[in-house]
Structure formats: structure tokens, C-alpha cells
């Protein structure tokens, strides 16, 4: 009962004061075994407040406008006392003009999460120092979380958090834990950043304004001429693929759009079915037989 009123309070607290994200969060341990969870609940309500009250931009937003995102973080082993390891995954949604529908933006699962955390210990967030890697993940995801978010408002326009995303990777190589560098491999924390900011990867975020404000914002008024802009901002994605065939950056954007573009094709007619699946196929070759089937079936 007082994890649950702890919890109300601080949900009150941060609708008062209108921050930048409106997160919710979870953590478990489902294979963690004889050993007293509650230091996971109270870690759980330590990350809603810190995500949620943290001031993350100068900007002033409004409750409607804050952005909807989740973390479930699986706890696999308890390392000692303090120290944890699992993964975290992270989901940032977009809600679409005049609609009750919400699009993701990011679906990802970072299974490089190892932290330390000491119940009812504060999480505070310094951007000119790394001291915890708990506080620089959680960080790191909350800046890129409005980096992408602005990004489908403005051309390149979530640039400076994406950056500061950057900055907090670039804090962290001299951290014991693993994500943050470039050779631990091509598909993490480290790799996310550079490929949204470097120069092959300008045509994915071009196609994040163009799908989402120009696209989907669109469709509840003119759908053909929605989903139109969607095929022609998909159409983009092809310069990044030539050039940087299996970009992680790329399987992150169709880890969260795939289904949804079956959704939004679905309702095309023949020809423009066509061009999608011939466009998505080369662009996303991993799910190219499932655009195939679910396309051509409702050709």
C-alpha cells in the first residue's frame, strides 16, 4: 500500500508540473528466485520520477503534449547487494492528428543493461559527469525518446537532443559496462546515435517528418493523398540502403513501422500495393515475404 501511494503522489506531482515525457514504467524479475523484490518496486518508482519529473528540454510543454513512451526493465541476476543485470526495453509512441491512434516511433530492446542501485537512493542526472550508468541509460533514451519525437514535427528537428544522447555515450567510455562503445558491436546505444547524426542516415530522418507530419497527420482527412506522402517517404529510405545495406539504423525504424505500414497500405488499391511492396521489400528485406503475403492478399 505505500509503494501505491508513493506512486500516486509522484504521478500527481509530475502531471502538476507538465514535463516533457509521460512515461510509464516497469520493472521485473521473473527469473530472479528467493530473494526480498522489494527493492525492484521501489526502484520502479525511483525511474517514473525521475523520467517524468526530470526537466529534460527549456521547453514548456503542456499535459497533452508530453510524449508517450514505456520501459520495462527485466532484472535477470543479481549481481551482489546492489548490482543488477537484465534488459530494457523501450517503446516511444506519437499520437497521429485528429485520431485516437498512436504511432511508434521506437520499439527497441537494449539487452546490455547492467546497474547499480541502493534503495531510496536518488537518481540525479549531471550532463557534464557519468557516475551512474542506471541514471546515464536511462538518460540517454529519455533524450533520444524527444530527439526522435521532434524529429516527426520538424525536418532534423530533434537534432540537438539526439546530439545529447551523443554526449552521454561519449561520457561513457570509460564505463565498466557494456553498451557504450564501438567495437562491443554494431547494434548498440553507441551505434543508435551515430547513425542518426551521421551524414547516410540524413534520408531516415528526412522520411520521419515527412511519414508522420506530412503522411499520417494526413490520413484522417485525406487517406489516398496520406498515404501517398508515406509510399514517397518510404521511397527515401532507399538512398541509406544502397549505401549502407543492413543499417542498424534502418532494422530499428522497421522493428517499429513494419506493421504498421501492412495497416496502412492495406486499404491502397492495386497499383499502389505493388509499388509498396517492391519499395519495402528492397528498403526492409528482412520482412519482405511478410509485406508480400499480407499485401498481396488484400490486393
Given amino acids: 500500500m505505500r509503494n501505491i501511494i508513493i506512486s500516486l503522489l509522484l504521478l500527481c506531482c509530475v502531471a502538476g508540473n507538465a514535463q516533457e515525457l509521460q512515461c510509464s514504467v516497469s520493472v521485473v524479475s521473473p527469473s530472479v528466485q528467493g530473494t526480498n523484490k522489494q527493492v525492484f518496486e521501489t526502484l520502479q518508482s525511483a525511474i517514473l520520477e525521475f523520467m517524468n519529473g526530470q526537466k529534460w528540454t527549456d521547453n514548456v510543454f503542456s499535459g497533452e503534449e508530453r510524449i508517450e513512451c514505456s520501459i520495462l526493465i527485466n532484472v535477470k541476476e543479481i549481481i551482489s547487494v546492489d548490482e543488477f543485470s537484465g534488459s530494457l526495453q523501450i517503446q516511444v509512441r506519437r499520437p497521429v492528428y485528429n485520431s485516437s491512434y498512436s504511432s511508434i516511433l521506437l520499439n527497441y530492446l537494449d539487452q546490455d543493461f547492467s546497474f547499480r542501485y541502493v534503495e531510496f537512493e536518488p537518481l540525479i542526472f549531471n550532463p557534464n559527469t557519468f557516475e551512474s550508468n542506471l541514471v546515464g541509460v536511462l538518460s540517454y533514451y529519455a533524450y533520444l525518446a524527444i530527439g526522435l519525437d521532434y524529429d516527426t514535427f520538424s525536418k532534423y528537428g530533434g537534432t540537438k537532443y539526439i546530439e545529447m544522447a551523443e554526449q552521454i555515450v561519449n561520457s561513457a567510455q570509460n564505463a565498466p559496462q557494456k553498451g557504450w562503445r564501438s567495437f562491443e558491436s554494431t547494434r548498440n546505444r553507441y551505434w543508435l546515435v551515430e547513425n542518426y547524426l551521421n551524414e547516410f542516415h540524413r534520408p531516415l530522418r528526412e522520411c520521419m517528418y515527412q511519414y508522420h507530419r506530412l503522411g499520417l497527420d494526413k490520413m484522417s482527412d485525406k487517406p489516398e493523398a496520406g498515404r501517398k506522402v508515406v509510399l514517397e517517404s518510404i521511397e527515401k529510405l532507399r538512398k541509406t540502403h544502397r549505401q549502407k545495406p543492413g543499417s542498424f539504423g534502418l532494422q530499428v525504424f522497421f522493428d517499429a513501422k513494419s506493421d504498421e505500414l501492412i495497416n496502412v497500405f492495406s486499404e491502397s488499391?492495386?497499383?499502389?500495393?505493388?509499388?509498396?511492396?517492391?519499395?519495402?521489400?528492397?528498403?526492409?528485406?528482412?520482412?519482405?515475404?511478410?509485406?508480400k503475403k499480407s499485401l498481396s492478399e488484400n490486393k
Fill in 269 to 291: 488499391f492495386s497499383m499502389e500495393k505493388g509499388q509498396a511492396i517492391e519499395v519495402l521489400s528492397e528498403v526492409d528485406p528482412a520482412n519482405a515475404e511478410k509485406y
